[in-house]
């Protein structure tokens, strides 16, 4: 083998492991040293994990149900996107017994207060509505 070729292996060989090194290092961050786009809890990132509140996505879903424009499918099914069937049960909660007239439809006078799951049951076609049967059995 001659020295040029030699070199180059070598050099190549050099340059492989420095890739391989810095690919792999971490910081006291845990970040990798070239940055690699990996994030962790730890960094203080508040939007890699939205916080999850009950009674927001409870008010959240009484307006998509409101008279005066209409029932909102698409927000009320967003809403409950992701949403695991412990934490349907706190929205359920958060929600408790809301007035409802069967007739007028949302807060109106004259109704009675019912549960979220009857409030669904109301608003919801059929369809929308098996979908949740589906993914909260132990609440629908």
């Known amino acids: 083998m001659t020295n040029k070729r030699k070199v180059i292996i070598g050099v190549s060989v050099l340059f492989f492991g420095l890739g391989v090194f810095f690919l792999t290092k971490k910081n006291k961050n845990g970040?990798?040293?070239?940055?690699?786009?990996?994030?962790?809890?730890?960094?203080?990132?508040?939007?890699?994990?939205p916080l999850f509140s009950a009674s927001q996505k409870a008010n959240v879903l009484y307006n998509a149900m409101n008279i005066y424009t209409g029932t909102d499918e698409?927000?009320?099914?967003?809403?409950?996107?992701?949403?695991?069937?412990?934490?349907f049960?706190?929205?359920?909660?958060?929600?408790?017994l809301r007035n409802y007239n069967?007739?007028?439809?949302?807060?109106?006078?004259?109704?009675?207060?019912?549960?979220?799951?009857t409030w669904l049951r109301e608003e919801l076609?059929?369809?929308?509505?098996?979908?949740?049967r589906k993914k909260f059995p132990m609440y629908l």
Request: no cysteine.
């Open 74 to 87: 698409q927000t009320m099914i967003e809403e409950l996107t992701g949403v695991s069937q412990n934490q």
């Open 89 to 96: 049960g706190l929205i359920s909660k958060a929600f408790g």
């Open 31 to 49: 970040k990798s040293v070239l940055g690699g786009g990996t994030k962790y809890i730890d960094e203080g990132d508040v939007n890699l994990i």
């Open 125 to 132: 076609n059929d369809a929308d509505y098996n979908l949740l």
């Open 102 to 117: 069967r007739y007028l439809g949302y807060n109106t006078i004259g109704g009675t207060q019912l549960p979220l799951k």
